[in-house]
């Protein structure tokens, strides 16, 4: 009994286009932004961390236009809003 791939006359191969790439590098932006955080090398109310985030949720969000998976989404719409509600909000302040 082979896996699903194999049933579906599939070898297990891993394709990697473009836009996982840009996903991961998302997912890279995002989790490095949030070690900063946490060793004190940047700031929760920096402009530079609200931008740090948006650029990681919209490159992944831009994976997901192309293999799309709607919880994945959901969080990412929610991260990039946050993140930009963050910039405006440093915007005004100054």
Do not use: C
């Not at 009994?1 to 070898?11: D, F, I, P, T, V």
């Not at 890279?28 to 948006?54: C, F, G, H, M, W």
């Not at 650029?55 to 809003?81: H, R, T």
């Amino acid at each position: 009994m082979g896996g699903r791939a194999e049933r579906h006359g599939r070898k297990n191969e891993m394709s990697y286009a473009w836009y996982d790439i840009l996903g991961t590098l998302g997912v890279a932006v995002i989790i490095i932004t949030y070690v900063l955080l946490q060793l004190e090398k940047i700031r929760s109310d920096s402009l530079y961390y609200s931008e740090l985030n948006a650029v990681g949720a919209s490159l992944i969000i831009v994976s997901l236009y192309f293999n799309f998976n709607f919880p994945a989404f959901i969080v990412e719409f929610f991260w990039l809003l946050i993140s930009l509600f963050g910039i405006g909000k440093y915007l005004f302040r100054k």
